[in-house]
Nanobody, 124 residues
Framework: QVQLVESGGGLVQAGGSLRLSCAAS????????LGWFRQAPGKEREFVAA????????AYSDSVKGRFTISRDSPKNMVYLQMGSLVPEDTAVYYC?????????????????WGQGTQVTVSS
């Protein structure tokens, strides 16, 4: 059974940083694209960042580009999201996701596996 478990969320002041982690189990994802999405109250889930199986290929939404960094540790089956210069608009539940394909995915439908999410709240 495939499981993705996020951790590292919490409450942080504007301008602060957080590092989210996602641990995958049940299968190896070393050849698969991984991503982070988020969903704020009353809004649809949106793409945040993605990384391909080849770690030099990444993609970011315009709203987080330059502030967030996605990375992965394939031997450990982990994916991370380093978030900096946080603003209240970053407040959301953050989800990690895994593809069955190896490339970068920008849409929710590109992903087959999802975690339960971790809450990030940025106070002003």
């Amino acid at each position: 059974q495939v499981q993705l478990v996020e951790s590292g969320g919490g409450l942080v002041q504007a301008g602060g940083s957080l590092r989210l982690s996602c641990a995958a189990s049940g299968r190896t994802f070393s050849g698969n694209g991984l991503g982070w999405f988020r969903q704020a109250p009353g809004k649809e889930r949106e793409f945040v960042a993605a990384i391909s199986w080849a770690v030099d290929v990444t993609a970011y939404s315009d709203s987080v580009k330059g502030r967030f960094t996605i990375s992965r540790d394939s031997p450990k089956n982990m994916v991370y999201l380093q978030m900096g210069s946080l603003v209240p608009e970053d407040t959301a539940v953050y989800y990690c996701a895994a593809r069955t394909a190896g490339g970068v995915g920008l849409m929710s439908r590109d992903y087959a596996y999802w975690g339960q999410g971790t809450q990030v709240t940025v106070s002003s």
